[in-house]
């Protein structure tokens, strides 16, 4: 697990790890933001495994990370997220038609003051059977462990019905 500034932020932030020392975060430390004292799960990567509910059953799996620094409010974090919808009909990783491939650009937020349940919403290219259009993403989730979180995701492809994923955040 690794915090990593990658813009200048009007909000510094630093990272603590479990054993106090405060140089290398692990699983469960989350990023301080200096002026609010409160923590985020900034500048951790996950992959995501689920399945995905469209026109057919589908595989769900994908990829993300929380940019630490970079978002549009000061209680939102940006997220950069991966998806590929791979229906089990599918003769191949990519097969088409009917495969959905996305990267998005996501903002998100956390309901409360546990910062364990959050919301979210993006944007970005998607390919849909072959063709490439703008998509946007709808999320919701809950964390359940330091390394686990429910999510659930209502993408909006540019083409055809949305996709719903429902799926698992696994820290890495």
């Known amino acids: 697990m690794i915090a990593v500034t990658l813009l200048a932020s009007s909000t510094p932030a630093f990272a603590v790890g479990v054993d106090g020392a405060g140089t290398k975060p692990d699983a469960i430390a989350p990023v301080y ?51 590929a919808i791979i229906p089990f009909s599918s003769a191949s990783f990519v097969g088409l038609p009917g495969s959905v491939l996305a990267l ?20 970005g290219p998607y390919v849909n059977s072959g063709r490439l259009a703008l998509g946007a993403k709808m999320l919701v989730g809950t964390r359940i462990s330091s390394a686990l979180t429910g999510e659930a995701a209502l993408l909006f492809t540019g083409a055809g019905r949305p996709v719903a994923e429902v799926g698992i955040r696994v820290a890495l």
Not at 105 to 122: A, C, K
């Open 33 to 83: 933001h200096l002026e609010s004292g409160t923590p985020s799960w900034d500048g951790y990567a996950h992959l995501r495994l689920g399945m995905g509910f469209g026109r057919r059953v589908a595989f769900a799996g994908g990829f993300d990370v929380t940019l630490t620094g970079a978002h549009l409010a000061p209680a939102w974090r940006t997220r950069i997220d991966f998806d």
């Open 104 to 123: 998005s650009l996501d903002q998100v937020v956390d309901i409360g003051n546990s910062h364990r349940s959050y919301v979210g919403v993006g944007a």
